[in-house]
């Protein structure tokens, strides 16, 4: 009852669909409507990208210190325009052969927030006829802006405005609702996910819907959280259908325009780390979702945590594409999730394509809560982080981060993956930022292969006895990073890999580590890698481009061997997945050099190189 493949009977829904021809501008947060993160250009390419350098650089202008502001956009290029995301949330045009600014629309209107700005991952162009539309989102706002002028469509919702608080089928009084991934466009629809937080106070709930793209019109909504007769409603216990939050789609959705579909990875219910309330497997929280864009009708699901109180969410778009297994091509969904496992899919029917086994996992010893006895556990590929934290896991660069991290550990309740959360504290590993993130992966089509960038982060969760009055039986008392004396990773490095995957075998062509920290090096502690925020990009030259490290690098690997062939030390963090595109006869690499992460500092700036 927890896994259905459902093969949908629907004239709209196409068996046989071909991929389309790869563009040379990057029109898509993801690349393309299927997130591959893959560009056919080859103008930079093995032999000559030890000679790229910058060419150009924007600065927003609205980056702040307090508080700290990042960048988490990547560009998208449609028809010889750039459109980005500032640290304040602003929409701007830009020249992708200068740099230069074209317009800004400012959701503010000149006005600074107090609050923190959020983030946003990117925006959406769509286009019908003369129609030409940016859809971008500030928090709960979502905005229809004129792509060539900048200004508001006054036809679209409240004069060019949509608020996504509104027509959620949930009582949203006193609830929160944020939206930071780029929205999804399907013929005259767009999609949106969002939803709200981790709790253990009443959060909204993540429910998919499909609006007009024209006047703003709730077309169709798919409840995260079934309803009394819809189906997986059965998986909630009692009346907490009602009052649960969560399940929301926060790090972005992917289409198949041919076939009609689209897919999201959803996150865990709220309260993330107690479900004694919603005890059942909780659909569809934790589930690679397949939905009939058209109708919003459910075509199969995969849940990949049941009943989830370890806040392991799918981080990241599902990644469509056509692989290669057995000589034979097949349209795949490929899913990265913070535990570290990489699902294979069949797109039109949701079955694995590598054996998954349910195996046992502990009892909960937290009154009141009843843990799902099993999860499932996919034999391939292997995982591309750590599961679990043993004593030997304890980092060794020096013996006062030993000695540090080891009473911790001693005061904590440790195992493998799925240990459950306790009331004295349990270490979380890979921890909630992952593994694998939002930046998800990148699929390379000659090769046959992804690539993913991971990490080795621990987590702290303690429980406590909520106060008398507050609603809700447990809250949180802790669930911060775990690090040595020095705020480092608590875990023995490295700390960050790429990894290159064949996706014929499952198995890894090559695994690199990814990064260091400057000071450590200087101390003899080399090759640690770093923590990484966003993703991977890859290109017919035969390139992988990824940044994110916090020795501020952007690197260019070998597709083929994983050796590092350039890179380039940022002004700040370059917390972002880069973007590539050709203009002018030229091939650009653009990163977002925003900072702003884990006390770096922040900034303001695009970078475009080229040869």
Same mark, same amino acid.
């Given at each position: 009852?927890?896994?259905?493949?459902?093969?949908?009977?629907?004239?709209?829904?196409?068996?046989?669909?071909?991929?389309?021809?790869?563009?040379?501008?990057?029109?898509?947060?993801?690349?393309?409507?299927?997130?591959?993160?893959?560009?056919?250009?080859?103008?930079?390419?093995?032999?000559?990208?030890?000679?790229?350098?910058?060419?150009?650089?924007?600065?927003?202008?609205?980056?702040?210190?307090?508080?700290?502001?990042?960048?988490?956009?990547?560009?998208?290029?449609?028809?010889?325009?750039?459109?980005?995301?500032?640290?304040?949330?602003?929409?701007?045009?830009?020249?992708?052969?200068?740099?230069?600014?074209?317009?800004?629309?400012?959701?503010?209107?000149?006005?600074?927030?107090?609050?923190?700005?959020?983030?946003?991952?990117?925006?959406?162009?769509?286009?019908?006829?003369?129609?030409?539309?940016?859809?971008?989102?500030?928090?709960?706002?979502?905005?229809?802006?004129?792509?060539?002028?900048?200004?508001?469509?006054?036809?679209?919702?409240?004069?060019?405005?949509?608020?996504?608080?509104?027509?959620?089928?949930?009582?949203?009084?006193?609830?929160?609702?944020?939206?930071?991934?780029?929205?999804?466009?399907?013929?005259?629809?767009?999609?949106?996910?969002?939803?709200?937080?981790?709790?253990?106070?009443?959060?909204?709930?993540?429910?998919?819907? =499909?609006? %007009? /793209?024209? $006047? #703003?019109? @709730?077309? &169709?909504? !798919?409840? +995260? *959280?079934?309803?009394?007769?819809?189906?997986?409603?059965?998986?909630?216990?009692?009346?907490?259908?009602?009052?649960?939050?969560?399940?929301?789609?926060?790090?972005?959705?992917?289409?198949?325009?041919?076939?009609?579909?689209?897919?999201?990875?959803?996150?865990?219910?709220?309260?993330?780390?107690?479900?004694?309330?919603?005890?059942?497997?909780?659909?569809?929280?934790?589930?690679?979702? =397949?939905? %009939? /864009?058209? $109708? #919003?009708? @459910?075509? &199969?699901? !995969?849940? +990949? *945590?049941?009943?989830?109180?370890?806040?392991?969410?799918?981080?990241?778009?599902?990644?469509?594409?056509?692989?290669?297994?057995?000589?034979?091509?097949?349209?795949?969904?490929?899913?990265?999730?913070?535990?570290?496992?990489?699902?294979?899919?069949?797109?039109?029917?949701?079955?694995?394509?590598?054996?998954?086994?349910?195996?046992?996992?502990?009892?909960?010893?937290?009154?009141?809560?009843?843990?799902?006895?099993?999860?499932?556990?996919?034999?391939?590929?292997?995982?591309?982080?750590?599961?679990?934290?043993?004593?030997?896991?304890?980092?060794?660069?020096?013996?006062?981060?030993?000695?540090?991290?080891?009473?911790?550990?001693?005061?904590?309740?440790?195992?493998?993956?799925?240990?459950?959360?306790?009331?004295?504290?349990?270490?979380?590993?890979?921890?909630?930022?992952?593994?694998?993130?939002?930046?998800?992966?990148?699929?390379?089509?000659?090769?046959?292969?992804?690539?993913?960038?991971?990490?080795?982060?621990?987590?702290?969760?303690?429980?406590?006895?909520?106060?008398?009055?507050?609603?809700?039986?447990?809250?949180?008392?802790?669930?911060?990073?775990?690090?040595?004396?020095?705020?480092?990773?608590?875990?023995?490095?490295?700390?960050?890999?790429?990894?290159?995957?064949?996706?014929?075998?499952?198995?890894?062509?090559?695994?690199?580590?990814?990064?260091?920290?400057?000071?450590?090096?200087?101390?003899?502690?080399?090759?640690?890698?770093?923590?990484?925020?966003?993703?991977?990009?890859?290109?017919?030259?035969?390139?992988?481009?990824?940044?994110?490290?916090?020795?501020?690098?952007?690197?260019?690997?070998?597709?083929?061997?994983?050796?590092?062939?350039?890179?380039?030390?940022?002004?700040?963090?370059?917390?972002?997945?880069?973007?590539?595109?050709?203009?002018?006869?030229?091939?650009?690499?653009?990163?977002?050099?925003?900072?702003?992460?884990?006390?770096?500092?922040?900034?303001?700036?695009?970078?475009?190189?080229?040869?």
């Amino acid at each position: 009852m927890l896994r259905r493949d459902f093969l949908a009977a629907s004239a709209a829904v196409s068996l046989q669909a071909a991929p389309s021809a790869p563009s040379k501008e990057w029109r898509v947060y993801g690349g393309d409507d299927g997130a591959s993160r893959y560009s056919a250009s080859r103008v930079i390419n093995k032999k000559n990208v030890a000679k790229l350098k910058p060419a150009w650089s924007h600065h927003t202008e609205d980056a702040s210190t307090r508080p700290a502001t990042s960048i988490e956009c990547t560009p998208i290029v449609v028809d010889g325009t750039m459109y980005v995301t500032t640290p304040q949330i602003k929409t701007r045009a830009i020249d992708p052969l200068t740099g230069k600014t074209k317009w800004t629309f400012d959701p503010l209107r000149g006005q600074r927030s107090r609050s923190a700005p959020g983030v946003s991952r990117g925006v959406t162009y769509w286009q019908q006829g003369k129609e030409k539309r940016i859809f971008s989102v500030f928090r709960d706002q979502l905005y229809s802006i004129d792509a060539v002028t900048g200004e508001l469509d006054d036809k679209f919702a409240a004069k060019g405005i949509l608020d996504l608080k509104l027509e959620l089928d949930h009582d949203m009084t006193g609830l929160s609702f944020r939206h930071t991934s780029p929205v999804v466009v399907f013929e005259d629809l767009v999609i949106v996910g969002g939803g709200g937080g981790e709790g253990p106070y009443p959060e909204a709930p993540g429910h998919i819907r =499909a609006y %007009d /793209a024209r $006047t #703003g019109k @709730r077309r &169709w909504i !798919f409840h +995260t *959280v079934p309803k009394p007769g819809e189906f997986g409603h059965e998986t909630w216990s009692g009346d907490s259908w009602k009052t649960t939050g969560g399940t929301n789609c926060w790090a972005g959705m992917s289409l198949d325009p041919k076939r009609g579909i689209v897919f999201a990875g959803i996150g865990s219910p709220s309260f993330d780390f107690y479900g004694g309330n919603r005890k059942g497997a909780n659909l569809f929280g934790n589930c690679v979702l =397949a939905l %009939d /864009a058209r $109708t #919003g009708k @459910r075509v &199969w699901h !995969f849940q +990949t *945590v049941h009943h989830d109180v370890w806040d392991y969410d799918l981080p990241a778009q599902p990644v469509l594409i056509t692989i290669r297994q057995k000589g034979k091509p097949v349209d795949a969904v490929i899913q990265p999730t913070k535990q570290g496992f990489i699902y294979f899919f069949d797109r039109a029917t949701g079955k694995p394509l590598f054996p998954v086994e349910e195996r046992p996992i502990p009892k909960s010893d937290v009154e009141g809560e009843e843990l799902w006895p099993t999860q499932p556990f996919p034999l391939k590929p292997p995982p591309v982080s750590k599961q679990g934290f043993a004593e030997a896991d304890i980092t060794d660069i020096s013996p006062e981060a030993h000695a540090h991290v080891k009473k911790i550990f001693d005061a904590s309740r440790t195992g493998g993956l799925f240990t459950p959360v306790a009331k004295g504290g349990v270490l979380i590993h890979p921890g909630f930022r992952g593994g694998p993130l939002w930046g998800g992966l990148a699929f390379d089509p000659e090769r046959n292969r992804i690539f993913v960038g991971s990490d080795e982060w621990t987590n702290r969760v303690v429980l406590g006895d909520a106060e008398p009055g507050a609603g809700y039986r447990y809250s949180l008392l802790e669930r911060g990073p775990v690090t040595d004396h020095e705020g480092y990773p608590a875990f023995r490095p490295p700390w960050g890999h790429m990894t290159a995957i064949d996706c014929d075998s499952g198995d890894f062509v090559w695994r690199v580590v990814n990064g260091e920290f400057p000071e450590l090096k200087q101390r003899g502690v080399k090759k640690t890698g770093t923590p990484s925020h966003g993703g991977a990009i890859c290109t017919a030259g035969g390139l992988v481009f990824k940044a994110g490290t916090f020795d501020k690098m952007i690197r260019a690997f070998d597709s083929d061997s994983g050796e590092v062939l350039w890179e380039y030390e940022l002004p700040s963090g370059g917390f972002a997945t880069p973007c590539t595109y050709e203009a002018g006869g030229k091939q650009y690499v653009v990163i977002a050099s925003g900072g702003g992460k884990d006390g770096s500092a922040a900034n303001d700036e695009f970078i475009a190189f080229s040869l």
